[in-house]
């Protein structure tokens, strides 16, 4: 993609530097540079994307900040499952806010944030700026982009930054977005390290955003749509800021880092050779991911051992000390489905009672049943000593009424990069979603778009094409 990004300031102000090397390193990665099962598993998580895409359109926040800002805002920008259109940012924005909807989308639990929910409107918005991207762009800049963000957020140990109150992800989002369009832009180095610069000091996201709002659900918008705007206006030549990963004063790690442990070591180390986009966890649940374990743990009781949800009188849950106050806190009737979502407490209680921990677990007309609220108002829980790195484990412990203890811990829930979803369980869960709110011949369509994206080069266009029409509601 030869063209006018490519000119002027080719070199980064430091070229050795880890933001430097960084630059480089994406600027002159090609598609073949990335390994075959890397490419494979990009394009399953991206149909995963598209699943959650489609299938959180139309639920009642969506159609909330649809009807409040596409109008505000009118463009050309696809709008997925609306037939609307909106300016490119606002478009980024709502369709971001759709693909986290329902906690349905991808996570991480060492690097946390959902890569889909910022790459892929990004890169939606981008090809719709601009018809010369093939299919192999569009890949390569969404793996790319995930490789960038996934580095920023380990470089400030994106657990840490989770316990202090910050929504991770939202931090370091912007940065993997500003890398995945400046991939479609064909930027230099030079361009790119300003592209991450301008990404970065927009930086934002309290997790307060769990407790009764349904701003959650937009604000990785928030991150894609500043990673947009990053790129656009470096690409237009506005200089960002210098080796942002590096600076001691007023440096991306410097300041959101503060108080706990930065490493920038982890934005260039073994570029080419380590690859954490494979590494992305695909849900199995509709839940926050750090109720996971704990679900899978009620899930495992109830079936193994038979247990009734009527005749348990106790539950207690363990839950990494790090992850208490982002799963752990005080949950009241009404309750709506955000809270209930991040809730490990709810999760756990409507897993023991449904036998079950999906769409339907937490639809907003099912949130407030008794015989879940019988269980949240028997059960404890509390941190289990270890730091928030091992937020991938709970134990649960259930007393029934006979006398009998049960007691089930799980460290290495299903999805997690120790126990990955199957390419075909992934397909599995597409079609569910999308199943709901689309006809066969279109879910099909897309399908088989998106798993040879790179072998198309029409297949941005023609994924435009397939996104755009209505979708229905996911619940009717």
Same mark, same amino acid.
């Given at each position: ?36 099962? +890397? ?12 699943? !959650? ?11 909330? %900040? ?16 609306? #037939? ?9 924005? =709502? ?28 890169? =939606? ?5 601009? $018809? ?13 982009? !995930?490789?960038?963000? !996934?580095?920023? /957020? ?34 230099? $180095? ?17 997790? %307060? ?5 349904? +701003? ?37 790690? #410097? ?8 490493? +920038?070591? !982890? ?10 986009? #494979? ?45 208490? /106050? ?27 009672? &449904?036998?079950? #921990? ?22 404890? +829980?509390?941190? &289990? ?27 290495? $829930? =299903? ?35 998106? =798993? ?12 435009? &094409? ?11």
């Amino acid at each position: 993609m030869a063209d006018r990004y490519r000119t002027g300031g080719g070199a980064p102000s430091d070229p050795d530097g880890p933001s430097g090397r960084l630059a480089h390193w994406l600027a002159a990665t090609t598609l073949a540079d990335i390994p075959p099962d +890397v490419r494979s598993r990009a394009r399953h998580l991206t149909l995963d994307g598209i699943g !959650c895409l489609l299938v959180g359109a139309r639920l009642p926040w969506s159609a909330i %900040a649809v009807r409040a800002l596409v109008g505000a805002e009118p463009g050309s920008s696809l709008i997925a499952g609306w #037939a609307r259109s909106a300016s490119p940012s606002t478009a980024v924005l =709502l369709n971001s806010s759709f693909i986290q909807g329902f906690e349905l989308d991808d996570f991480s639990y060492r690097i946390p944030w959902h890569s889909n929910s910022v790459l892929l409107p990004t890169v =939606l918005a981008v090809v719709g700026m601009r $018809p010369a991207v093939t299919g192999a762009d569009l890949l390569r800049a969404a793996i790319l982009g !995930c490789e960038t963000g !996934c580095r920023a /957020g380990l470089a400030l140990h994106g657990p840490e930054l989770t316990a202090r109150g910050w929504h991770s992800g939202v931090v370091f989002g912007g940065i993997g977005a500003a890398a995945a369009a400046g991939v479609l832009y064909g930027f230099t $180095p030079a361009r790119f390290e300003d592209a991450l610069g301008i990404a970065a000091t927009q930086s934002s996201g309290l997790m %307060a955003a769990q407790y009764e709002s349904m +701003v959650k659900r937009m604000q990785h918008g928030f991150a894609a749509r500043n990673g947009f705007v990053a790129a656009l206006l470096a690409a237009s030549g506005y200089v960002g800021v210098k080796r942002v990963f590096e600076r001691p004063y007023g440096g991306f790690l #410097a300041v959101y880092g503060e108080g706990h442990h930065p490493d +920038v070591a !982890c934005v260039d180390a073994a570029l080419g050779d380590r690859w954490y986009s #494979a590494e992305r966890t695909v849900k199995p649940y509709a839940a926050m991911g750090y109720t996971h374990p704990a679900i899978e743990a009620a899930l495992a009781l109830r079936k193994d051992e038979q247990l009734k949800a009527r005749d348990v009188t106790r539950v207690t849950i363990e839950v990494a000390e790090g992850v208490l /106050g982002h799963t752990a806190f005080a949950v009241r009737r009404p309750l709506d489905s955000t809270v209930a979502q991040m809730s490990v407490t709810y999760s756990t209680a409507v897993a023991l009672v &449904d036998g079950a #921990a999906s769409m339907e677990q937490f639809r907003p007309d099912r949130v407030d049943r008794d015989d879940v609220w019988r269980l949240i108002e028997l059960t404890r +829980v509390s941190g &289990d000593g270890r730091p928030s790195g091992s937020a991938n484990r709970a134990r649960l412990r259930v007393l029934t009424r006979d006398g009998r203890a049960y007691e089930r811990c799980v460290d290495r $829930p =299903l999805g997690s990069p120790e126990r990955p979803l199957t390419d075909a369980q992934i397909i599995e869960k597409y079609r569910e979603l999308t199943g709901r709110v689309v006809d066969r011949r279109r879910q099909r369509a897309i399908e088989e778009l998106v =798993l040879r994206l790179d072998e198309r080069p029409d297949a941005p266009r023609e994924l435009l &094409d397939l996104l755009a029409p209505a979708v229905g509601d996911p619940f009717a």
